[in-house]
């Protein structure tokens, strides 16, 4: 069965600074992934999702993840954080009848 | 286009009660989808509809959650009776076909609190 791993619960950055998100997922075949984030009293909102080919994915917002098959990953980067980018961020896996599992998410919260 | 819309957006009710959400999805959309979003925690599938039918309900406590789909548009998420741990916000998404890696857009949620 697919699951989700993302090991940051809270990562803290400074405005303007890099931002990188760990995502690490188990699935026994080639995987659907995708990243969503979700700002409070908000429902889930689509940055990216990787099927195949190139294995670095832009995203809205300014957002990339990069697919590394053998580590298991699907981190999430920005190059320069923005005071609005606060927010709960989901990693998720997509499965045969499109349902997904996603990872327990991490906050980010933005320094100014 | 107008986006999935979900009702109410806030539920207090006490253990036993019963409670009822109602989601509109994306006008077009066959697949709906519920998911339950226990604070702290990632969404977690409860039921899949494609278009009237369900295509899963592997992870519904059918003991006391029922879903209905009856037209194939809007879908009513039901919880008879409630506990504690039904605390939670659920989410409604839809999608075009249901086909693996399309994308899903989610409504705002309800939030439930049970006493």
């Known amino acids: 069965a697919q699951s989700v791993t993302q090991p940051d619960i809270h990562i803290t950055v400074s405005e303007g600074a890099s931002l990188e998100l760990r995502c690490n997922y188990s699935?026994?075949?080639?995987?659907?992934l995708f990243w969503y984030v979700q700002s409070p009293g908000q429902g889930l909102q689509l940055l990216l999702k990787?099927?195949?080919?190139?294995?670095l994915v832009q995203g809205i917002k300014g957002f990339e993840a990069e697919f590394k098959r053998s580590q298991s990953s699907f981190n999430l980067r920005k190059p320069s954080v923005h005071w609005s980018d606060a927010a709960e961020y989901f990693c998720?896996?997509?499965?045969?009848?499109?349902?997904?599992?996603f990872g327990a998410g991490t906050r980010l919260t933005v320094k100014p | 286009e107008a986006g999935v819309a979900q009702s109410p957006r806030y539920k207090i009710i006490e253990k036993r009660q019963s409670v009822a959400f109602w989601c509109n999805p994306i006008?077009?959309?066959?697949?709906l989808y519920w998911y339950q979003q226990i604070l702290g925690q990632g969404p977690k599938l409860l039921i899949q509809?494609?278009?009237?039918?369900?295509?899963?309900d592997s992870q519904l406590p059918k003991d006391r959650f029922s879903a209905e789909r009856l037209k194939g548009v809007d879908s009513t998420l039901k919880i008879q009776p409630a506990k504690l741990e039904d605390s939670a916000v659920y989410l409604c998404?839809?999608?075009?076909?249901?086909?693996?890696?399309?994308?899903?857009?989610f409504g705002p949620g309800t939030r439930l609190l049970v006493l």
């Open positions: 998404a839809s999608s075009q076909m249901g086909q693996r890696g399309e994308t899903q857009y």
């Open positions: 699935y026994g075949a080639t995987p659907y």
């Open positions: 990787y099927f195949s080919g190139d294995t």
């Open positions: 998720a896996v997509g499965a045969g009848n499109n349902d997904m599992r």
């Open positions: 006008s077009g959309h066959a697949t």
């Open positions: 509809f494609q278009n009237n039918g369900v295509v899963d």
